[in-house]
């Protein structure tokens, strides 16, 4: 079994009392260390089929397992526990907290898990060394690039050592140079034995990863 496991999964939205069929029997495996893109276009189903990959929506039917975690039985509770200790989040918006300046975003998933604030300092300053975040860390997000932002949500994203780094158009509020930097971080993270899943609808972006599967119409192919 793969770190991610899914087996005929189907979501359905309702809109005035009609069934939209949103995900249509998605079976997908993804071993440890691989780095997936899921490429499609806006409304093909690859939000949906993220959130429900991060745990943040459920499937009708079908299985999921997260690193041995049996996800299509767990209570709300559970998902969010697994959630804040399996997934990393990247998203497109960095979704930093404007007021904090950039160590306390950083080590914040490590204080809601119950670490002391000593302790995810010492935790976090690891990650933050390693991308080059030394320098930065006493400024408040607006002060920085949209790039060195981007590296921050990363470092917040990995900072709890998750199974899983799932990432959603990651490059896609960054100007070209911006965003090959964070593919090439990316490459660096995955080299190292990080897992990622990359949400994109940019080919050349997925083309980045080891592995490309397409969505269409709510279908995976590939």
Not at 168 to 182: F, H, M, Q, R, Y
Not at 209 to 221: P, Y
């Amino acid at each position: 079994m793969g770190i991610i496991e899914l087996r005929q999964i189907n979501k359905y939205y309702y809109m005035g009392g009609n069934p939209l069929h949103v995900l249509k029997d998605i079976s997908l495996t993804v071993q440890k260390g691989e780095y997936l893109a899921i490429l499609g276009p806006s409304g093909s189903g690859k939000s949906t089929l993220m959130n429900v990959i991060g745990c943040m929506d459920r499937s009708d039917s079908g299985e999921y397992y997260l690193d041995g975690e049996i996800i299509h039985k767990a209570k709300e509770r559970e998902l969010g526990i697994i959630r804040n200790q399996k997934v990393g989040f990247i998203f497109q918006k960095y979704h930093l907290i404007s007021t904090y300046n950039i160590l306390q975003n950083i080590v914040m998933p490590l204080l809601m898990r119950g670490m002391t604030l000593k302790e995810a300092k010492r935790e976090g300053m690891e990650i933050i060394e390693m991308l080059g975040l030394s320098e930065r860390i006493g400024h408040k997000p607006n002060e920085l690039s949209g790039g060195q932002q981007q590296r921050v949500a990363i470092a917040r994203a990995l900072v709890g050592r998750p199974a899983l780094l799932l990432a959603d158009e990651p490059t896609g509020a960054l100007d070209k140079n911006s965003g090959i930097e964070v593919l090439k971080l990316f490459r660096k993270l995955n080299d190292l034995g990080n897992t990622i899943v990359m949400i994109t609808h940019d080919l050349d972006v997925a083309g980045h990863a080891q592995r490309v599967v397409n969505i269409v119409d709510g279908v995976l192919k590939g």
